[in-house]
C-alpha cells in the first residue's frame, strides 16, 4: 500500500472519514449481493417446490 493515511490538522489519524469510508463500501457491497442473490433465490422456487412436493408424497406420515 502506498496511499498516505489521512489525517486531521492536529496530526491524529482521521477515524471518521475511514468509518465512512468503510460504511459506504459495506452497502455497497450489501446492494451487491441483494441484486444478485435475488436472482439465484428465483431460480431456487421450482427446485424447492419440486423437493416439497416429493417429500409429500414419499414421507407422508412426517407431516
Given at each position: 500500500?502506498?496511499?498516505?493515511?489521512?489525517?486531521?490538522?492536529?496530526?491524529?489519524?482521521?477515524?471518521?472519514?475511514?468509518?465512512?469510508?468503510?460504511r459506504?463500501?459495506?452497502?455497497?457491497?450489501?446492494?451487491?449481493?441483494?441484486?444478485?442473490?435475488?436472482?439465484?433465490?428465483?431460480?431456487?422456487?421450482?427446485?424447492?417446490?419440486?423437493?416439497?412436493?416429493?417429500?409429500?408424497?414419499?414421507?407422508?406420515?412426517?407431516?
Amino acid at each position: 500500500m502506498t496511499d498516505t493515511i489521512k489525517t486531521r490538522p492536529d496530526g491524529s489519524i482521521d477515524t471518521g472519514f475511514y468509518m465512512a469510508r468503510g460504511r459506504q463500501m459495506r452497502s455497497q457491497q450489501a446492494a451487491d449481493m441483494a441484486r444478485t442473490g435475488s436472482r439465484k433465490t428465483l431460480s431456487l422456487v421450482p427446485v424447492l417446490a419440486i423437493f416439497g412436493l416429493a417429500v409429500l408424497v414419499i414421507v407422508p406420515g412426517l407431516l
